[in-house]
Each structure stands twice: as C-alpha cells, then as structure tokens.
C-alpha cells in the first residue's frame, strides 16, 4: 500500500518500478494489474481500481452527425473540425517501410528501421486517440442524451478514393467511445437509422415550402445558416 500510494508498483523479479501517468488524483490500490511490452520495447501497465462516478451531464438532449471535414458536429452548432493531419510522420512511415522491405529479415539495421516505424506508427496513433478522446468527452459532457447515425464502417471504406479519410477520422471509435461515456455518466445514446435522410431535411418549415430539393444543400446547420 505506502509503494502504490508513491506511485511505485512492485513485481516479482524487477523490484519497485516507477510509475509514469497523468493522475491529478491517484486511484485506490488496484485488484488486478497487466504488464505488457509493445513493438517499440516499452513496458506498459493496466490496472482495475474503483474510481468515484463521473458527474452528470446536463439534462438535455444533442444530435452528433460525423464526417470527414468536420469529425464531428452537434445539433446546437458546436463543431470540432478533424484532427491534425500528420503527413510529414505519415511520409516518413512510408520512408520506413520502404527501407525495411530491403533490408535482410533478421539483420540489425533491419531491426533498427523496424523499431523506428513502430515508434512512428505509435506516435501517430497516440494523435488520433487523443484527438478522439477530446471530442468525445465535449460531446458526452454537454449532454445527457446523444443522439448517433448507425453507421456501415465496411461498407464506407469500399469508397477508395475516401478510405484513407475515413480511416484517419476514426469514425467507428469516436461511435465507440461516446456509447461508454454516456453511460458512465448516466445518460442514454438513441441510434437514428442509417437510411433515415436525415441531410435532406431542413429544420425551417418556410425555406423546406419554397425548395423541396434540398439534397445538395448539405445537413441541416448548413441550411440554417445558409437561410440566416
């Protein structure tokens, strides 16, 4: 207890390890810890520990619609634009790759080159997870209730000349992660069908009277600003 409450974490055969993390209140002593290496042969823990509930969201109720432009965009105007586009690192991994391909399976600078794109591959996924992660919690902590578009992942990614977008956008997680964090605050995500055409209707009446072809206009806080 006094090592963990140090943030020092003891195993069998290496000792007291120090503990590395962003904690501002450190949790509990945990029931259960998983040590893993990853490619890049850094040592990673995980840990089960009772935290204290997350507060909850203000009672009312948000469409979040998802694209490529924006990663995200809520029915009260709220957008969140797209993650950083890494391509100088995304070049570079390519560069990578291209030198490890030459190089004799089981030589040293195969090995060298190998653990630099695992380092650069990690750094590129830390991006998009922490991209994510800011989104998702604005969206879950401004609302109780969200409202989500099913979404066929596999069938968009068959659009090749938009599959690296709609990779980078990470479309499928940001879904993922607003479903757990809604429910950790107590509130509930409603799931609107994929086919319902939601970018064809307008929220004001008038402008729906005066033009009933409005699929090229864009979702709907397009057209009310377009009619502001």
Same mark, same amino acid.
């Given at each position: 207890? *006094?090592?963990?409450?140090?943030?020092?974490?003891?195993?069998?055969?290496?000792?007291?390890?120090?503990?590395?993390?962003?904690?501002?209140?450190?949790?509990?002593?945990?029931?259960? =810890? +998983?040590?893993?290496?990853?490619?890049?042969?850094?040592?990673?823990? #995980?840990?089960?520990?009772?935290?204290?509930?997350?507060?909850?969201?203000?009672?009312?109720?948000?469409?979040?619609?998802?694209?490529? $432009?924006?990663?995200?965009?809520?029915?009260?105007?709220?957008?969140?634009?797209?993650?950083?586009?890494?391509?100088?690192?995304?070049?570079?991994? /390519?560069?990578?790759?291209?030198?490890?391909? /030459?190089?004799?399976?089981?030589? $040293?600078?195969?090995? $060298?080159?190998?653990?630099?794109?695992?380092?650069?591959? *990690?750094?590129?996924?830390?991006?998009?997870?922490?991209? =994510?992660?800011?989104?998702?919690?604005?969206? $879950?902590? #401004?609302?109780? +209730? =969200?409202?989500?578009?099913?979404? %066929? =992942?596999?069938?968009?990614?068959? %659009?090749?000349?938009?599959?690296?977008?709609?990779?980078?956008?990470?479309?499928?997680?940001?879904?993922?992660?607003?479903?757990?964090?809604?429910?950790?605050?107590?509130? +509930?995500?409603?799931?609107?069908?994929?086919?319902?055409?939601?970018?064809?209707?307008?929220?004001?009446?008038?402008?729906?009277?005066?033009?009933?072809?409005?699929?090229?206009?864009?979702?709907?806080?397009?057209?009310?600003?377009?009619?502001?």
């Amino acid at each position: 207890m *006094r090592a963990w409450a140090d943030r020092r974490l003891i195993l069998p055969g290496l000792g007291p390890c120090r503990l590395i993390d962003s904690f501002t209140d450190w949790p509990s002593m945990p029931k259960m =810890v +998983t040590v893993r290496r990853d490619a890049c042969g850094d040592y990673w823990i #995980s840990f089960m520990a009772k935290v204290d509930h997350l507060p909850q969201a203000p009672d009312r109720k948000i469409g979040v619609d998802v694209g490529i $432009t924006d990663l995200a965009v809520t029915s009260d105007g709220w957008k969140s634009g797209q993650q950083p586009v890494c391509k100088k690192k995304a070049n570079r991994l /390519r560069r990578y790759q291209r030198q490890m391909s /030459r190089r004799i399976p089981g030589s $040293t600078r195969r090995g $060298t080159v190998k653990r630099r794109a695992a380092r650069l591959q *990690r750094d590129i996924a830390n991006i998009r997870k922490d991209f =994510v992660h800011k989104v998702s919690h604005e969206i $879950t902590s #401004s609302a109780r +209730t =969200v409202v989500l578009e099913t979404l %066929n =992942v596999k069938g968009m990614l068959s %659009n090749h000349h938009l599959a690296r977008s709609l990779s980078n956008a990470s479309l499928g997680e940001l879904h993922r992660q607003i479903d757990y964090k809604v429910k950790q605050r107590g509130g +509930t995500v409603i799931r609107v069908d994929q086919w319902e055409p939601t970018s064809k209707r307008c929220s004001n009446p008038y402008l729906r009277r005066r033009n009933r072809h409005l699929t090229a206009l864009g979702p709907i806080l397009d057209l009310s600003e377009l009619w502001e």
